[in-house]
């Protein structure tokens, strides 16, 4: 059974930092891209940071130089580093592991989010 869990979130003040956690198991962690996306209310989920299996990572627009993805593959744990932040980063987050095997069959899993809040 797959499972991914978020933690990490909160509520914090515009110019704070939080750190969010995603521990994955069942799955073969090192192999996946993960990801973390967001959701803030009334809008759609937007991906907010990727980290490949190989380690190369993309960031939205919105979050570049602030947000720093990373993973730890011995602790099968994904990380997000959030720094600066403001109001507009509020949402929920949610953890995404993806795979896509040679024969075009992909996989993806979700956690179940982690509310961020950010007061301005």
């Known amino acids: 059974q797959v499972q991914l869990v978020e933690s990490g979130g909160g509520l914090v003040q515009a110019g704070g930092s939080l750190r969010l956690s995603c521990a994955a198991s069942g799955i073969i962690f090192s192999i996946h891209t993960m990801a973390w996306y967001r959701q803030a209310p009334g809008k759609q989920r937007e991906l907010v940071a990727a980290i490949t299996s190989g380690g190369s990572t993309n960031y939205a627009e919105t979050v570049k130089g602030r947000f720093t993805i990373s993973r730890d593959n011995a602790k099968r744990t994904l990380y997000l580093q959030m720094n600066s932040l403001k109001a507009e980063d509020t949402g929920v987050y949610y953890c995404?592991?993806?795979?896509?095997?040679?024969?075009?069959?992909?996989?993806?899993?979700w956690g179940q989010g982690t509310q961020v809040t950010v007061s301005s």
């Open positions: 995404n592991a993806h795979y896509s095997t040679a024969w075009g069959s992909e996989y993806d899993y």
